[in-house]
């Protein structure tokens, strides 16, 4: 079955370190990717999006995500982070025969330390 | 609407009684999903909804819950018999599906379901 895994399920960084988050799926065929943040309170929203193209993709507040389709993995990054990043984080990828069903990863919570 | 709303925003109820539970999707998203988030886990897909049909609906996790679309736009998800572990964040997304592209979720800030 297909499945998204997180491997980092609790991450603590100090402000301006750099932040990357893992993210491998299980499934082989054509994929959507996706990673959503949820902040403090706050509901899931989503950071940035893959569908085809340049595997280097730009989201918002300076987050990034590459997909590499030999590894299977579509992992986040951010050069500097800052305390406001504090939020748990949601990768997810959408079989895209399957329609618009997403399989989310169990999530990574971000502790950023000013 | 401007985003995905959903009610009621907390509920708590008896272990045994029935709830429902509404969401109003983004005007012009033809697809509406349910999760559920417990806590310190991820988001365990329920059903999901392209215009009024549901095809796929694999993640009910008994014959308990059902849920169901009207005219493309509103959907319930109902609970019968309320167990205490169906305890849980319950979210309603909507998005735009064009093709084989998915164009991401727009979630509601969900419902938080206490069975007492």
């Known amino acids: 079955a297909q499945s998204v895994s997180q491997h980092n399920h609790h991450v603590i960084l100090s402000e301006a370190a750099s932040l990357e988050l893992g993210c491998n799926y299980s499934?082989?065929?054509?994929?959507?990717l996706f990673w959503y943040v949820q902040y403090p309170g706050q509901h899931l929203q989503l950071l940035l999006k893959?569908?085809?193209?340049?595997?280097l993709v730009k989201g918002i507040k300076g987050f990034e995500a590459e997909f590499i389709k030999s590894k299977f993995s579509f992992n986040l990054r951010k050069p500097s982070v800052q305390w406001s990043d504090t939020a748990e984080y949601f990768c997810?990828?959408?079989?895209?025969?399957?329609?618009?069903?997403?399989?989310f990863g169990q999530g990574t919570e971000l502790s950023v330390k000013p | 609407g401007a985003g995905v709303s959903q009610s009621p925003s907390n509920k708590v109820t008896e272990k045994g009684k029935d709830v429902e539970l509404r969401c109003d999707p983004i005007?012009?998203?033809?697809?509406l999903y349910w999760y559920r988030q417990s806590l310190g886990q991820g988001l365990e897909f329920l059903i999901y909804?392209?215009?009024?049909?549901?095809?796929?609906k694999s993640g009910l996790p008994s014959d308990r819950f059902s849920a169901e679309r009207t005219g493309g736009s509103v959907s319930t998800l109902t609970i019968q018999r309320t167990q205490q572990e169906d305890s849980a964040v319950y979210l309603c997304?909507?998005?735009?599906?064009?093709?084989?592209?998915?164009?991401?979720?727009?979630f509601g800030s969900g419902t938080r379901l206490t069975v007492v």
């Open positions: 893959y569908f085809s193209g340049d595997p």
């Open positions: 997810a990828v959408n079989d895209e025969k399957k329609g618009g069903k997403l399989i």
């Open positions: 997304a909507s998005s735009l599906l064009r093709g084989r592209d998915n164009y991401g979720y727009t």
């Open positions: 005007s012009g998203h033809t697809a």
């Open positions: 909804f392209q215009g009024n049909s549901a095809p796929d």
């Open positions: 499934y082989g065929g054509t994929v959507n």
